[in-house]
């Protein structure tokens, strides 16, 4: 969808020599793909998303979008197709909400009922009411909430690319991951490719299908997250992402993904004898007690069974450490676990119902496993 092959920018300095913002970057995002820019202060990131819609003019090299060479467009006529959202969010203090998302498509003459319609879907998806924020300026809206019209209004004209400079960085950690979590919820539905300057490796990790970090105006490696977290490319990567990169490769598996193959579901009326053959023919040290509608409500171990099995579970069974939802990711189960101090936990749906367990053990031997794309399956 983008392609850059050997794009280059230098800003002439008189008397001085030239400085070179970016250095050759050759890179590709596939449609529908998020890649995010990384990389310190002056590293030609924001350089290098610039020449894209050609707010800076590029010095060499070619830009492609969709398979057309952009040296070819005019540069307006390009702007209008590439959603653009800055950190400084950019509203008309002068202009309504629904006035500032429709801004683009008035300036392109589009139907104004399907646009106003479009604006309030828009609205909807990033948890704002349209009947109360519609009619409302952007004096009385919170910085967050100003920060997702700045967003919608980039998806109002319905634009193929966007591109995205530190758009959540001035707001505060909560709201920010929020907004991380609403924009990828929309994007998964409207399929944008998206290029997203950021400075926050952990932003990257969880947003980016890639990542692309930059380092005095070169591309120093452009991968998944997994695989630039596994295999950094050179000492510079493997410092920037930090010393934590492991840790940081949790956030990328789903707890569904890391489930073990066995379940061990037990009824509270079921006898031990009965559970105690279950759990040796599985090789069990731990058996989930669940109720009439599957829901985890206690759990028993091998040990408590073999003192014993006169009885039934619910004579033995111990109270839960804690559940973990399925769709959370493993670096939420390790920070439960350890909050709880156990190592296990066991994994629920939406309705509490019982879906197996994951230990300490497989996700720390997941982490010495080759790298996967964002999806992948555990095998």
């Given at each position: ?100 998302i429709c801004v ?34 952007p004096r009385e ?129 079921d006898p031990l ?107």
């Amino acid at each position: 969808m983008i392609r850059l092959e050997n794009l280059t920018k230098h800003f002439e300095m008189p008397g001085k020599e030239p400085v070179i913002a970016a250095n050759n970057v050759s890179m590709e995002v596939g449609k529908g793909e998020i890649c995010i820019f990384l990389g310190p202060s002056g590293c030609g990131k924001t350089t290098a998303l610039k020449m894209i819609n050609k707010l800076i003019p590029k010095t060499s090299g070619k830009i492609y979008i969709d398979n057309k060479d952009t040296d070819n467009i005019d540069p307006i006529a390009l702007r209008r197709e590439i959603g653009y959202v800055i950190q400084q969010i950019g509203l008309f203090p002068n202009l309504t909400i629904e006035a500032n998302i429709c801004v683009v498509p008035d300036l392109l003459k589009m139907d104004k009922q399907q646009s106003r319609k479009k604006a309030r879907e828009l609205m909807e998806m990033v948890n704002l009411d349209p009947n109360i924020f519609l009619k409302r300026y952007p004096r009385e809206l919170s910085g967050g909430q100003q920060q997702r019209i700045g967003v919608i209004r980039a998806l109002a004209a319905d634009p193929p690319v966007m591109l995205m400079d530190e758009p959540f960085g001035a707001i505060d950690p909560i709201n920010r991951e929020v907004i991380q979590d609403e924009f990828l919820k929309m994007n998964a539905e409207l399929g944008k490719t998206v290029l997203f300057v950021s400075h926050d490796i952990d932003e990257a990790v969880k947003m980016g299908d890639q990542i692309a970090i930059f380092r005095e105006g070169i591309l120093e490696q452009c991968d998944t997250p997994d695989e630039i977290l596994a295999n950094p490319a050179n000492n510079f990567v493997k410092e920037f992402v930090g010393s934590d990169r492991a840790l940081k490769r949790l956030k990328l598996i789903p707890v569904s993904e890391a489930i073990l193959p066995f379940r061990m579901a037990v009824n509270p009326d079921d006898p031990l004898g009965k559970v105690a053959d279950k759990m040796r023919s599985r090789e069990a040290h731990i058996a989930v007690m669940v109720g009439p509608r599957g829901r985890a409500r206690g759990y028993i171990t091998k040990e408590e069974i073999n003192s014993d099995q006169s009885g039934v579970v619910s004579d033995y069974s111990d109270p839960l450490p804690g559940t973990i939802h399925e769709n959370d990711n493993l670096h939420d189960a390790v920070s439960q676990m350890y909050s709880h101090a156990t190592d296990w936990m066991p994994v629920v749906d939406d309705d509490g119902a019982y879906k197996g367990y994951i230990t300490q053990h497989i996700i720390a031997s997941l982490l010495g496993e080759a790298p996967r794309k964002r999806g992948d399956r555990i095998t």
